[in-house]
């Protein structure tokens, strides 16, 4: 018997085209496991016209997907960061809606969330990944931006139903919430892309690889780069990185 439904939103490109989508599937399999219908609503940043939610309905492992149109223009981003119209249009459907599960979600539109969820009994809980800094940036995003993140993480964050925490220094920041778990990233070691078998004539060199989009203040591949260089003709690897060309990262 179904333990009810839980709707899962956030910043995520399923199937697998960013880090947030791989998290939210493998938490979404726990879910699914202790009885829960799963339901998810990402983004869609590949589409130029945005479409209505109820429009982009797909399945993706088992689980029925939604996703919004990802904000171009001042106007949808306002949109985005403040509407939770998609997000009602898609609850309607499931009668059983138990619990909602919000990724990394912007302050404002989480405060709605928040009030709609506890004026009809619904358990809200946050999956945060993410203390988002400013630096670097102008003065009018560090102004919004820096307001966003400091009310989602010192205020709303800590007035719902649960927290999800991905390290243990947001489990230390939060211990004192009820309902808190930490839940690093996790695989599904079932699926066949964990299966991969290496031919013997490939084997030899060390193979280093990253794959991702390479965000300039947190994943530093200079930094590594700088550090296998040292090595100089002291060890034989090769260092691979999938997902961003020469030209984008430099």
């Known amino acids: ?4 439904t839980i709707i899962y939103i956030g910043g995520f490109e399923l199937p697998d085209k960013n880090a947030a989508a791989h998290r939210v599937l493998s938490n979404g399999k726990i879910m699914r496991e202790l009885g829960y219908e799963v339901v998810f609503i990402g983004v869609d940043k590949s589409s130029v016209i945005p479409r209505l939610v109820a429009e982009t309905k797909q399945e993706v492992q088992g ?39 919000c990724y990394n979600y912007p302050a404002l539109a989480l405060q709605k969330l928040k009030k709609y969820c506890h004026s009809r009994g619904i358990r809200i809980i946050s999956d945060c990944t993410e203390w988002f800094g400013t630096e670097g940036e102008n003065l009018i995003y560090k102004i919004l931006k820096g307001t966003d993140t400091w009310l989602r993480m010192h205020i709303i964050h800590k007035r719902l139903d649960g927290l999800i925490v991905i390290s243990k220094y947001l489990e230390e920041y939060y211990s004192g919430c009820s309902n808190l778990i930490r839940i690093p990233p996790l695989v599904d070691v079932k699926e066949a892309k964990w299966h991969q078998i290496i031919p013997e004539e490939e084997q030899g060199p060390i193979r280093f690889v990253y794959a991702g989009d390479g965000a300039k203040d947190k994943d530093r591949l200079n930094l590594v780069i700088e550090a296998l260089h040292r090595l100089g003709n002291n060890a034989d690897y090769r260092f691979y990185v999938v997902g961003v060309s020469k030209e984008r990262y430099l």
């Open 1 to 4: 018997m179904s333990q009810g």
């Open 63 to 101: 689980f029925e997907t939604w996703s919004v149109h990802y904000p171009r223009n001042k106007r949808q981003w306002i949109s985005y960061l403040s509407s939770i119209k998609s997000f009602e249009a898609v609850a309607a459907r499931y009668a059983d809606l138990s619990t909602v599960v």
